[in-house]
């Protein structure tokens, strides 16, 4: 049985801003049922929900600063979890990383600085729990500077350092490495310098014992000068120590037979309950009920990453066919008020929520006939696996988890039964407004169609085996 650290800056459902916290709040459970000892450790939030009781378990003292460690638990689950309290940095509002106008809070560095010392101090025991990990596995640039800090200890954990998305690399200031009070020896341009910046992203990826990625795809895709920002050479150079798990989905949460979101839950035994989602979706929405028009889905992050701007180009031709779109997202502005203008001008065939709402996103998931998944780059997305369990044909894009998870349809992924989705290459409208096209296509064949609807059902997208492929590189470490 191995001990087992998870660091990371957020974890469904106790707080959450898009996939690392799903990831965070089911990847440990799997693990768990592994028979693992495995804590998470994360920052005590103003918003994090604990249901659990929470208790007081140590103190210690970090850059002169008092800090206490509670106890809870990850909810309805046995899994321990660590909070780092410090109020003075995580007693703020709403979301972790950014203000109400969407501003990053102005001492970020400062926070996931501390945050990382703090957890380093946890990993060497220095809180005298009598328990020390033989792995501690870090998530994105808000635990950068663990592996860093920690190869400059005596025997310690082992690290893993996993990418969620390349694009966050936690950049700041020259002047903040004196404010930071790193040590000298982590500074240079092998270490934690980048282009004259301090890269919190790097710690990770040039100290981690292990690097991995969420997808195998995207693990190729961030050695090359496309996805990599700049980074791309240090991967190449790790690649011996680099590669891609595929993430697994909470099947707890996400499962169309027991998902308590859902008015009418329903299986591919009663595939025909579908369809009364579908129409309270419209209804939700106020757009017109009606079984037969297919009905088009978006949820997530309305940033470029996404490929927004792929779907505002294809949108007013889009919009003169026969279909519903419906949307549920925030982010950029820009593509917030471009989207609710021509909601307005087509209120019959296009709705929208701009903001996060859990129950909507089940709904949505549940009563669209087709998800719009068109990203520039996706180092793995749920989404589109949500959307193939609850029978609903994913639209992606051919990069990172979205290649490795979706089957496009030809001829002969129909004729042996893999075809899942509708998968296009090229990141532009163009290619995007075919993929669309061949969409209704087949859902004019309703025979076809269900059968894809199946197919995507009946895939195995749990954690189970991703879990055990993490299981033996800790054991490998
Ligand atoms: P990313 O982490 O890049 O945003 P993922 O597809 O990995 O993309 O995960 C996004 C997660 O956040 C999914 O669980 C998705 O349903 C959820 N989500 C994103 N935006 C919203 C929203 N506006 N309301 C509810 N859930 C959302
Ligand atoms: C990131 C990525 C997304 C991935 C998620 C969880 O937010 O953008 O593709 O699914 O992390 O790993």
Redesign the pocket.
Known sequence: MKKILFVTSEAHPLI?T???A?VSGSLPKALAELDQDIRIIIPNYQALKATESVRFLFSLRVDNRNINILETKLPDSKVIVWLVDYPTFFNYPGNPYVDEFGEPWVNNAERFALFCRVVVEVAMDRGYQDWKPDVVHCNDWQTGLIPALLSLEHDRPATVFTI??MAYQGLYPVSDVALLNLPGQLWHPEGLEFHNHLSFIKGGLVYSDFITTVSPTYALEIQTAEYGYGLEGLLEYRKDTLGGIINGIDLDQWDPNTDTYLPHKFSVAALDQKLLNKTELQTRFSLPSNEKVPLFGL???LVE??GIDLIMDCLPEMLNMDLQFVL???GDKVFEKQLQDLALQYPDKMALKI????G??HLIEAGSDVFLMPSRF??????QM?SQRYGTIPIVRKTGGLADTVTDTLPESILNNTASGIVFNEASASSLLEAIKRALILYSIPDSWKKMQITGMEKDFSWQKSAEEYLALYDSL
């Open positions: 959450k898009g996939g690392l799903d969620h998305n949820i997530g992050r990453q996404k549920l997202g925030s903001g996060y709402d859990e909507l996103a996706e180092p793995c997305g749920l989404n949500y």
